[in-house]
């Protein structure tokens, strides 16, 4: 039974805390994907990393997995109130895990930068239209071949963030005879998305 441990967010992190009722109501949504889909994933990947709630989420339902998060970094994504960057809580969150972040701005490069394949991604970087398209490209060129590999797309239906769906929708489209899909109802929406077995 998954649990959200407010002790997970940062005492800085007013957004995380501020919102912890519903985080507690989404990440059990997002555990119980991964726990259903893949329970024994042995590579996770993440763009966009942020403190690592959805990382020590994932983490929870597959602590064995090797994970790497990629994040461009960036203070311009706003810091803890302490000034703090979020990255550095989330490092320190999950140093008894195998944990690995790579600081990547996802939009500037081709694939993702480490010399592996995962069995789940979760993709929640850049929410334009556009970048949410890239990084369905780099995911999908890095997921791995067992057939339950999948991606998880954050904010699907984010009241405030309609470019997610439209790029997913677009990349859906253009990728459907290769891709399948399955939309899950939660508080800002997950939609998973695996390649066909041909
Ligand atoms: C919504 S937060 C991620 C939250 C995290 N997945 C969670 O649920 O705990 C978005 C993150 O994406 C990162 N990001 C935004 N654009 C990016 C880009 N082009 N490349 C890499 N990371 C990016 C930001 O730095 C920020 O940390």
């Excluded at 990947?45 to 994932?58: D, K, L, N, P, Q």
Aim: aromatic content about 12%; some cysteine; glycine content about 6%.
């Amino acid at each position: 039974m998954f649990k959200l441990d407010p002790k997970i967010f940062s005492p800085h992190d007013l957004q995380a805390i501020d919102l912890y009722s519903n985080l507690a109501d989404y990440y059990a949504v997002k555990y119980d994907i991964l726990k259903t889909k893949f329970p024994d994933a042995k590579t996770i990947g993440e763009i966009g990393v942020r403190a690592g709630g959805a990382a020590w989420t994932f983490l929870q339902a597959c602590p064995e997995a090797e994970y790497h998060g990629f994040d461009m970094d960036d203070k311009q994504y706003g810091t803890l109130s302490n000034g703090e960057k979020f990255t550095d809580w989330a490092k320190d969150l999950l140093k008894d895990y195998n944990f690995t972040l790579h600081k990547a701005n996802t939009q500037l490069i081709k694939s993702l930068p480490v010399d592996k394949k995962f069995d789940f991604i979760h993709v929640d970087g850049d929410h334009s239209k556009a970048g949410v398209m890239h990084d369905l490209e780099l995911s999908i060129k890095s997921l791995s071949d067992d057939p339950r590999a999948f991606l998880l797309i954050d904010d699907y239906t984010h009241p405030q963030l309609p470019e997610v769906k439209a790029g997913v929708d677009e990349w859906l489209e253009n990728n459907k005879l290769s891709t399948d899909c399955e939309f899950r109802k939660s508080w800002r929406g997950e939609m998973m998305i695996w390649r066909k077995v041909l």
